[in-house]
């Protein structure tokens, strides 16, 4: 991209996904606090609480039914099972580093922020709770669980820029996934895999979001 290019199309909001990107989150967090033996845990991610079963979470599905369903047919690990619903925080490990420190960057230079999440919204509510401080900054945050709505699905993006105000063209959207990326690109935002707080920050200054 030419400097010429860059200036006339420089975006003025950043767009970010949640999981992997601002926070560490994995289901293993929680579940290696209740299950001592490494491989008793490796089966029971693998073959019990999967995550292709959380999905359904992310998708709207609620927690009670889901949950109910899973104990059917693992009644041997309700408890296991029942224990995600209460303590999902838990699956949270804490910041990725260097995203808050970049997040607080963009603040102060007046950049707009934004937040597009494949996530529960019944288990979002806690969490943004719990990082009320952080997320003071965010202008909105569309979460899939309360849309119907997932990513890559070219309707939740089309939903977030609406919401948001934003032509495609003036965002640039960070997500560790390659397929959600590859969405928000096929609309026309500026899309990075995002790979860690050092990359992000120089794709920002590419586009110019950002300065040296």
């Not at 296991?80 to 970049?102: H, K, S, V």
């Not at 990075?192 to 950002?210: I, K, M, N």
Request: charged share 20%; with cysteine.
């Amino acid at each position: 991209m030419s400097g010429s290019a860059a200036a006339m199309t420089k975006p003025s909001a950043v767009i970010f996904d949640v999981g992997n990107v601002l926070f560490d989150w994995n289901l293993r967090f929680l579940y290696e606090r209740l299950i001592s033996d490494d491989r008793a845990l490796d089966v029971f991610l693998r073959d019990v609480l999967t995550t292709q079963w959380h999905l359904q979470h992310d998708a709207g599905r609620p927690f009670a039914e889901t949950s109910a369903e899973l104990i059917a047919q693992h009644p041997e690990h309700a408890e296991l099972i029942a224990a995600l619903g209460p303590r999902f925080n838990e699956t949270i490990r804490g910041m990725i580093p260097g995203m808050a420190a970049l997040v607080a960057e963009l603040h102060d230079a007046g950049v707009k922020l934004f937040a597009i999440t494949n996530f529960s919204g019944e288990f979002w509510r806690p969490f943004r709770a719990a990082h009320a401080g952080f997320f003071a900054p965010f202008l909105d945050v569309v979460v899939s669980g309360d849309e119907g709505l997932m990513k890559p699905d070219r309707a939740i993006y089309e939903l977030a820029l609406a919401r948001f105000g934003l032509r495609a063209g003036e965002a640039v959207f960070f997500d560790d996934n390659p397929a959600n990326v590859a969405g928000a690109a096929a609309l026309g935002m500026n899309a990075r895999l995002f790979t860690g707080a050092v990359p992000c920050r120089v794709d920002l200054v590419e586009f110019g979001v950002l300065t040296d």
